[in-house]
């Protein structure tokens, strides 16, 4: 089955609507010169996302670092289309990124996807690792990332596969101090000290009185 160059987007982030995925996944787009679709993995369209991927010549899943590994919700997704009987396979690619600084923190996850492709027959195509990704987004290096992703299209676009890499061009010290100061200010808004915050303590041990 041939099927002409399209390209559909797949957001695996467990908060799609709102996240940076997202954000990546509409640079892709503007750059993107071929027709391209976008869509999220919920817990009720598995089977439907796996229909639509019949009609598309690549598949790009957009997502974040979880763990070191790929969030649950894109775990479910790929059980189902391991489990779907497709008739075309498109290219499978991937954007994804991490809060840690190294963009090779990535490194596993984009296995986990080639080793996927691997057992169930799909071509893996190109990898964009991004590190400091939450945070970038936000900073005047964000043309940068946006020249990375345009690469990225580029590339798939003309079926020119690549791995590529981006991460704010600061010196990690810069990245850790910037960081600290992020959570110590989000602590303080939420009334928590950086000493509470360096503790492996999640919770108190004040008793619970289930009759209150």
Request: charged letters at 20%; aromatic letters at 10%.
């Amino acid at each position: 089955m041939k099927v002409k160059k399209q390209i559909l987007l797949i957001n695996g982030s467990p908060r799609a609507p709102h996240s940076h995925s997202k954000q990546f996944a509409s640079l892709f787009r503007k750059f993107c010169r071929v027709p391209s679709d976008y869509a999220c993995i919920t817990s009720t369209n598995h089977a439907a996302l796996c229909q639509r991927m019949e009609n598309y010549s690549d598949v790009v899943l957009v997502f974040p670092l979880y763990v070191d590994s790929l969030p649950v919700r894109l775990l479910e997704f790929l059980k189902s289309v391991e489990a779907y009987r497709l008739s075309h396979r498109p290219v499978v690619s991937v954007v994804i990124n991490c809060g840690f600084f190294e963009p090779k923190q990535n490194d596993v996850a984009v296995d986990m996807i080639r080793l996927f492709c691997a057992q169930n027959g799909f071509s893996f195509g190109s990898a964009l690792k991004i590190g400091s990704g939450e945070a970038v987004l936000a900073t005047p290096f964000r043309f940068l990332l946006a020249l990375q992703i345009y690469r990225l299209v580029s590339g798939i676009c003309r079926n020119h596969y690549a791995t590529l890499s981006f991460t704010m061009p600061i010196p990690l010290a810069t990245f850790i101090k910037a960081s600290f100061g992020y959570w110590e200010l989000l602590g303080k808004r939420n009334g928590i000290s950086r000493e509470q915050m360096e503790t492996m303590k999640i919770e108190d041990d004040t008793p619970v009185n289930p009759r209150t």
